[in-house]
């Protein structure tokens, strides 16, 4: 029988708890507003972990925002290996999520051609 979930699937998951919960209550940058971790995406070969993020009442500019995040990495690296049970913690890189803005930019092109079909 096949596994379900593999064990980068595990190690995404477990790690997007611990970023959270990192992100919530271990960094002081209030320049930042609330950071969501959307997704945590984990290379097969464990070395690398992609970290999805997204911002709410930011001061920031997302790029900018992005790298100061980054600023964060090697801290959090020091707290995932102590929380998780891995030999070598993955190298964080962060990325910005724009899903939830372009699918507000959808919903907005669907209402407008709905409005246009209307008349």
């Keep these: 029988m096949p596994r379900e979930?593999?064990?980068s699937d595990r190690v995404s998951a477990q790690m997007q708890r611990e970023?959270?919960?990192f992100l919530r209550t271990g960094i002081?940058?209030?320049e930042l507003g609330m950071v969501t971790v959307s997704d945590v995406e984990v290379s097969?070969?464990?070395a690398v972990a992609k970290v999805f993020v997204t911002f709410l009442g930011g001061r920031?500019?997302?790029r900018a925002a992005v790298k100061r995040l980054s600023?964060?990495?090697p801290q959090l690296r020091q707290v995932l290996g102590r929380r998780m049970r891995m030999r070598v913690i993955p190298e964080i890189r962060f990325a910005y999520d724009d899903?939830?803005?372009?699918?507000?930019h959808m919903d907005e092109v669907l209402r407008s051609l709905?409005?246009?079909g209307d008349t």
């Design 28 to 30: 002081d940058a209030p």
């Design 44 to 46: 097969r070969d464990l």
């Design 114 to 116: 709905d409005k246009d």
């Design 99 to 104: 899903s939830l803005e372009r699918g507000l």
């Design 71 to 73: 600023e964060f990495a």
């Design 60 to 62: 920031l500019e997302t």
């Design 19 to 21: 970023i959270a919960e």
């Design 5 to 7: 979930f593999t064990r």
